[in-house]
């Protein structure tokens, strides 16, 4: 990049880094034109351990396994205006012309693919009886997604990257900026089963 530029990490827990959570100007950091920046990753362990703490919760973590939900918008809001109503003096501002809530996706997206009537589905095949660890992503920025997998449980083991007291939960709320981790048992019998969010 060839201008200052800071990072606001949001929705990511930032313990001992708050110089990373501010924007420009304020106590960060920012990186100047050709400079690097590293902060680091999500990934941590307890003191002294060099394997993921959780693994013995569960036998397959895998890139198949992250799940990113998104909404996608077919058509942009300023189709919806006509252009009479955006002839502005410079006093007015469009923007309660252009903030037209609810903001409802035409569509959910899991890792990208919808459901459309050209757009094939996602199949994720698992092992009768194996546990797999789903890390779920809120990548959206107003919508929320009830994130449900049919006749399925799921155990919650971590919210933003801490881990948490499990606890086993039919569905799952997530919001912009949170991220999830879940265990899955293959523990019904063989069949397709719906992921929905």
Same mark, same amino acid.
């Given at each position: ?13 930032? $313990? $001992? ?15 100047? !034109? ?8 999500? +990934? /941590?362990?307890?003191? *002294?351990?060099?394997? &993921? #703490?959780?693994? &013995? ?29 955006? $002839? ?10 252009? +903030? @037209? ?12 693919? =919808?459901?459309? !009537? ?16 789903? /890390?779920?992503? *809120? ?6 997604? @009830?994130?449900?997998? &049919? *006749?399925?449980?799921?155990?919650? %083991?971590?919210? &933003?990257? @801490?881990?948490?007291? #499990?606890? %086993? ?7 912009? =900026? ?17 992921? /929905?969010?």
């Amino acid at each position: 990049m060839d201008i200052t530029t800071s990072t606001h990490w949001h929705g990511i827990f930032q $313990r $001992r880094a708050n110089w990373a959570e501010e924007p420009h100007g304020l106590p960060s950091a920012p990186s100047n !034109p050709t400079e690097a920046s590293c902060t680091g990753s999500l +990934y /941590r362990t307890k003191p *002294g351990r060099t394997d &993921d #703490p959780l693994a &013995d919760m569960y036998d397959v973590d895998d890139e198949l396994t992250i799940f990113v939900l998104s909404g996608w918008f077919v058509f942009s809001i300023l189709q919806n205006i006509s252009f009479s109503s955006l $002839r502005l003096d410079r006093y007015h501002k469009p923007s309660p012309l252009l +903030y @037209n809530p609810p903001f409802t996706p035409d569509c959910t997206l899991i890792n990208g693919p =919808g459901r459309g !009537p050209s757009s094939p589905l996602a199949v994720l095949n698992i092992t009768q009886g194996q546990r797999c660890r789903f /890390r779920i992503i *809120g990548a959206s920025c107003d919508p929320w997604f @009830n994130f449900t997998i &049919d *006749g399925h449980n799921m155990t919650v %083991i971590e919210a &933003d990257g @801490n881990e948490v007291e #499990p606890v %086993i939960v039919d569905s799952l709320a997530v919001y912009a =900026g949170q991220r999830y981790s879940v265990v899955v048992t293959a523990d019904q019998p063989v069949d397709n089963y719906w992921i /929905r969010s």
